[in-house]
Structure formats: C-alpha cells, structure tokens
C-alpha cells in the first residue's frame, strides 16, 4: 500500500520526468510530472519499520550478533556503535538500531540500513518493545581486569557453569561489592548471574579443550588475562583470592590510571597505593632511611636524592615503595622493613611492566648492584 499524505505541488515543470528521486531525512519522493509524490523505492523508512513484526528476526539478527561479536556485525552491515538504546536479551546487550536493520533484512530480504531510519533510537526503542523486547538507555560498565580475573579462576575450577551454580551466585555477589564501578548508578542486573555466566561461557570461545563454536562475543582483555593466565591456574587462584581479599579492605580513596590498571588490577594497585600511604610508617621509614644514610633520603635503587637536585624544594621528597605484593604475602598488615624509598623514576620502573620488580631487580637493571 502506498503512503498517502498531501504534498506540496511544485508547478508547472513539465521537464521533469519520474526517474528523480528526491531524500529527505524523513521521507523519499519522487518528482513525477512536476509533483511530488512518495516514491516507492526506496519506501517510507518509517513504513519500512513498521513492516517488521517478527520477533524471530529480531532474536536471528542477535544470534548473528553473538556469531561474528560486535564490531564485526556492525562494519558487516554498515552501523555505528548505540549511543543512547540497548536491547537487552539473556543478560546481554545488543546495539538496537543494527539488530532492528537486519531484523528487517531477516523478515523482508532487504537491509534498512544506517541511514533508513527516520525517527532515530527513539523509534527504534518503541519497535522493538512492541514486539515483547527490553530496550535500556544505559549500559552496564564494561568488565575491568579485575573482574575477568574473578571469572576466569572460576572458569578454570569449574567450566562454563550457568546462572544458577552456587558459585556464580557468589561470584555475582561478589562483583555487586567490589569497590570498582562505584561512580556508576547500578542497575538491578548489573553483574547478575546470568551476566557472569554469560562471561563464562565467552571463555569457551578461547579454549581449545572445548570442541564447539563457543560465542565469538570475547573482548580483547578476555583474550589478554585468558593469555595471560590459562597455563597458570595457580597464580590465577592466588591472584584472584588476593582481589577477593583487598576488595573487603578499607583503603585511602586513589585514582587508578589505565597504566596501573594493566597490571595488577584496580583494586590491587589502589590497595599497594594505599599501602605506601600509610603516613605514620611512611614517616618513620623516612626517618630509619635518613638515618641509613647520614641524614641523607636518597634512593635506594639509584641513589637520587632531591635535595641534592631540587634544594630546598626537595627537601623531604620521595616516594615510599612496598616490596610485597598482596598477591604475594596474602598478608594486609604492612612492617616497616616491606616499605623500601625510592625516587619517582625509580618507583615508576619498579611497576611499569608486570612482574613488578624487586629492588635489587632495580638495581642491577641499572648496574647499581
Ligand atoms: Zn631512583
Ligand atoms: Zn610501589
């Protein structure tokens, strides 16, 4: 049925013929006989989207979705990441606007692309609920290392257990509590089971112990802490009981940058930083260190001292190190002789490339040994 509505007249041309076709960004029309009128192809956009009625489409275009993962699905049709609407199927969550495109590719034979859409997300949000979908505004917050760590040591014990395990209930909590996403507003299925179990089974994907397909839905810091760690379940479980630990842990509030974050995870960089903030011990390793050397706070991987180069400015700088690691020592009390002085560049080194080195590590690096 054609789309009906009164349009402008646009006088006496008769030069123009039927073959001009004129876009909009809401409708298409054709120029015929001087007059515009709806064209027929491309159609109406939002007529076009309203052809689609089929919840089966709407579930095969996810499953696609799951197939190729994200980014390969949305440079194959041609869309750009949601910006502002997800659709939320099975604890997942699906760019709206791409997953509506090829629904109607699935029903109809032809792809409503980036560009078809007239009403924007809005439009698409009021779609895909008529058909019985849940679509959000907001996203959750992308799993951190931290928390893929948690669930690959779970994946290593047990497998790709689903939602209603024990153990994926406790992780779920677990993940609820850590003090991680905490300037995000949670929404109720933020981490639930049936999200942890759906990141476990990304696992599959990665593992060549399991012979199916797996979902291609991994991200690349799955790919870089399954590397990392698949041939080492022991460091894993040692590494991943330490975040459970230091996530129960009262420390000073420090913003952890993305470099930090890439090595031993938020929460225990923050926890390693607030140990070597403990101003009282911080003081008083100052102080055995001064007295170590004569009154001088210098170093002790290089033997910088700031006010040798700063003066006065410098006078009682430098950075206090903790040569522990909690993954390590599995211990929270911090001892003034784990606390080592270091000057910044120094310190820097120390953390920059995982394993964190040990001083005398330090030391040799810069054949100061
Ligand atoms: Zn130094
Ligand atoms: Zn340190």
């Not at 779970?154 to 406790?170: D, N």
């Not at 993940?175 to 981490?191: A, C, E, M, Q, Y």
């Not at 994907?205 to 799955?222: Q, T």
């Not at 011990?281 to 004569?294: D, H, M, N, P, W």
Request: proline fraction near 4%; hydrophobic fraction near 40%.
């Amino acid at each position: 049925m054609r789309h009906r509505r009164s349009l402008p007249r646009l006088g006496d041309r008769s030069t123009f013929k039927s073959s001009v076709t004129v876009f909009s960004s809401t409708n298409s029309f054709a120029i015929r006989d001087g007059v515009l009128v709806p064209s027929e192809t491309p159609e109406s956009p939002t007529r076009m989207l309203s052809a689609l009625t089929s919840r089966d489409a709407v579930v095969a275009a996810m499953v696609e979705y799951d197939t190729l993962g994200q980014a390969a699905f949305l440079s194959k049709y041609g869309f750009g990441e949601a910006r502002s609407y997800f659709l939320v199927h099975d604890g997942k969550e699906y760019d709206s606007k791409a997953i509506t495109g090829v629904a109607y590719k699935n029903q109809h034979g032809t792809l409503l692309g980036a560009h078809d859409f007239s009403g924007g997300e809005a439009t698409v949000r009021r779609k895909l609920r008529s058909l019985g979908f849940e679509v959000r505004s907001e996203r959750n917050p992308s799993w951190v290392r931290d928390e893929v760590i948690l669930a690959l040591d779970l994946y290593m014990r047990f497998g790709a257990i689903g939602k209603t395990h024990p153990e994926v209930i406790q992780l779920s909590e677990i993940l609820n509590g850590l003090p991680i996403h905490t300037d995000t507003r949670f929404r109720s299925d933020f981490r639930n089971p049936n999200g942890v179990g759906m990141k476990l089974s990304n696992f599959l994907a990665l593992d060549p112990a399991y012979a199916g397909a797996g979902l291609k839905a991994v991200s690349r810091l799955d790919e870089i802490v399954w590397e990392e760690f698949h041939n080492d379940p022991e460091r894993l479980a040692i590494l991943a009981a330490a975040i459970r630990l230091g996530a129960t842990m009262e420390v000073v509030e420090i913003p952890v940058d993305d470099e930090d974050e890439a090595q031993e995870g938020r929460i225990l960089t923050r926890l390693h930083k607030s140990r070597e903030r403990n101003q009282k011990l911080v003081a008083k390793r100052k102080a055995q260190r001064r007295a170590e050397c004569g009154g001088a706070l210098s170093c002790e991987a290089c033997g910088f001292d700031f006010v040798v180069k700063y003066g006065e400015r410098g006078d009682g700088f430098a950075e206090c190190h903790h040569k522990i690691p909690l993954a390590e020592s599995g211990d929270t009390t911090t001892r003034l002789e784990d606390l080592a002085i270091l000057c910044a560049n120094c310190h820097r080194m120390v953390h920059v490339r995982k394993p964190m080195l040990a001083v005398d590590e330090l030391k040799s690096l810069i054949g100061n040994l």
